[in-house]
């Protein structure tokens, strides 16, 4: 049997074409890439994730820390959402999901999606959901970690991707920095 890959992810990580797939979607990157390896792919993802959640995942998953005596390499694939324009503050975004009654959680949360484009454009992509400097902080942190419990473990990271998202009004001005 080939390698196994932990894969720590975003939405990016097992959103497809038509949607959201269960994490063994054999279409999804992580395990096209495992299969070519000839191994399979452990995907930890969550829609909006960033590197910090990466890191609270890595460090408060008790399935993660069982999955880490087994995997034969880790890849950090998060950073994507944490280049992305947030001008309402990111607990607002996580948070509108436990607003209830449900009629007013569904008026805010159509307030919140029709503001977003326009604040985005409005204030040139500023702030992001994470600074660059925070994101390489928690993925410095998460690497420090592993190191730390499986010095051997090979770690790969990727770099954002690229958006052009109408929920962000086409903005992408912070992925510049986070890339380098």
């Known amino acids: 049997m080939g390698p196994r890959l932990l894969v720590f992810g ?3 990580s097992f959103h497809g074409p038509e949607g959201p797939c269960a994490a063994d979607e054999p279409r999804l990157w992580p395990n096209v890439a495992a299969a070519a390896l000839g191994g399979t792919a452990d995907l930890v993802a969550g829609i909006g994730w960033t590197a910090r959640d990466a890191w609270w995942s890595l460090t408060g998953d008790p399935r993660v820390w ?3 005596h087994h995997v034969d390499a880790v890849v950090l ?4 959402m944490d280049t992305l324009p947030s001008p309402l503050p ?3 975004r996580t948070g509108l999901k436990y607003l209830r009654p449900d009629p007013v959680r569904r008026v805010v949360r159509k307030a919140y999606l029709a503001a977003q484009p326009r604040l985005s454009v409005a204030f040139r992509g500023r702030p992001a959901v994470l600074p660059a400097k925070l994101t390489v902080q928690y993925l410095d942190t998460a690497v420090g970690a592993l190191r730390v419990l499986r010095p051997e473990l090979p770690i790969f ?3 954002p991707s690229v958006h052009r998202a109408a929920a962000y009004g086409g903005v992408h001005t912070a992925r510049p920095a986070a890339a380098a």
């Not at 694939?77 to 994507?80: L, N, R």
């Open 10 to 12: 975003d939405s990016l």
């Open 66 to 68: 069982a999955d880490l």
């Open 77 to 80: 694939a998060v950073g994507s």
């Open 90 to 92: 990111t607990y607002l």
């Open 157 to 159: 990271g990727m770099l």
